[in-house]
Each structure stands twice: as C-alpha cells, then as structure tokens.
C-alpha cells in the first residue's frame, strides 16, 4: 500500500519516545518506583496528588526519563524519513509527554538532533500534554499552519487522540502489528519506511 499522497502535507508532527526512539520505557515499573497506582498515566496519576506529595515525585521521574533519555536509539527507518520529508520542504515538529530538557537529551542519543529546530518541540512543560491537541495547536500556531495540512506520527492513545482532536491525519506505529488502538487512527504501520512507499 502507498501512503505517497502523505507528503502532500507539509507539517508533520512526531510523538517522540516510542515513535522517533525504540521504545524501551516500562511504564509499569515507573509507576512501581513512584509509588503511583497501576492502570492511570503517570502524569494524570501524578496531578490527583497534593503538590507537597507530587512536587518530588515529578523531580524524581525527571531523573528516571533523563537516564532513559541517554540510552534512546533512533527508530528504524525513522532518519530515511525525517530526510525524504525536510527534502520536500516539509516543517518537522515533536509534541512529547516528555519534559524540555529530555527532549535535547533524547533527540542527541538517537543522532536526530539535527532534524528538529528547538522551538518546533513542545513538551510537557509548554502545553498540556497528550491527549489534549494543545501542543499540537501550538506548533500550527507558530507555523501559521492548517490541521488539514498536517500530520501527527504517534505509538500511542494519547498521540492518536490528540491528532484526532486537532483536526490532523493520524499515523500509528506499533512494530508489534498488534494496533490495539487501530480503530482510532486513520493509518496504522509497522515501521516508517513503510511511509515511503511510492505510488
């Protein structure tokens, strides 16, 4: 199958841990080391909590998600395409639930630095975070871009529905092939070199 007629849109956004990098987050044992319960995002687990009870935990997930942060891995095929997108002049941005820091650190690991201006990556810190579209309305914001122009790359729920909810064309990866979230998305892939494919 073809996706060529994708390039047509020019601003695409990618989640980054798990889409960009090889996903090697355990959530589950996150939420263990935290002390937060199973089954809830970290994030929304973590903002049921009183500030004097969810102040350190968020500083101590900060110092988790930095040393996983060192070991990020680029995707396969995730750089063949980041190339075939910027040399179609196309805008490449990251909406992460990851905080600002890790995003540099993440994205110098993974030797995909370079395909990503740092005011095109918005992170926890600046938007509510997936599934809320509010980072990725801020990215169409500073592009002066349509939705209908753009694309959200995503391995997860929260990326899918975020994209959903801004109006953008949603691509979901699972190397699994499993798509528990199929229903969700408008395209489901293994891989991003399957993005590639000519028509």
């Given at each position: 199958?073809?996706?060529?007629?994708?390039?047509?849109?020019?601003?695409?956004?990618?989640?980054?841990?798990?889409?960009?990098?090889?996903?090697?987050?355990?959530?589950?044992?996150?939420?263990?080391?935290?002390?937060?319960?199973?089954?809830?995002?970290?994030l929304e687990a973590l903002s049921q909590l009183p500030e004097e009870v969810s102040k350190p935990l968020s500083i101590k997930l900060d110092e988790i998600e930095l040393e996983l942060?060192?070991?990020?891995?680029?995707?396969?095929?995730?750089?063949?395409?980041?190339?075939?997108?910027?040399?179609?002049?196309?805008?490449?941005?990251?909406?992460?639930?990851?905080?600002?820091?890790?995003?540099?650190v993440t994205l110098k690991a993974a030797g995909l630095a370079d395909y990503f201006l740092p005011e095109n990556c918005v992170s926890r810190n600046c938007a509510l975070p997936k599934?809320?579209?509010?980072?990725?309305?801020?990215?169409?914001?500073?592009?002066?871009?349509?939705?209908?122009?753009?694309?959200?790359?995503?391995?997860?729920?929260?990326?899918?529905?975020?994209?959903?909810?801004?109006?953008?064309?949603?691509?979901?990866?699972?190397?699994?092939?499993?798509?528990?979230?199929?229903?969700?998305?408008?395209?489901?892939?293994?891989?991003?070199?399957?993005?590639?494919?000519?028509?």
């Open positions: 199958m073809s996706y060529h007629w994708l390039t047509m849109r020019k601003h695409w956004i990618f989640d980054m841990d798990g889409t960009l990098t090889i996903a090697h987050h355990d959530f589950d044992a996150i939420r263990a080391e935290l002390g937060l319960p199973k089954g809830l995002p970290i942060a060192h070991q990020a891995k680029p995707a396969e095929g995730a750089k063949k395409l980041l190339d075939m997108l910027l040399s179609q002049g196309t805008m490449l941005g990251i909406v992460t639930r990851n905080n600002s820091v890790n995003i540099a599934p809320s579209p509010a980072g990725i309305f801020e990215l169409l914001n500073r592009w002066q871009a349509k939705a209908d122009d753009a694309v959200m790359v995503g391995d997860y729920i929260h990326d899918i529905k975020a994209g959903s909810a801004a109006g953008a064309k949603t691509i979901y990866i699972d190397p699994s092939g499993q798509f528990p979230f199929k229903k969700d998305a408008d395209i489901c892939i293994k891989q991003m070199a399957e993005l590639m494919a000519q028509s």
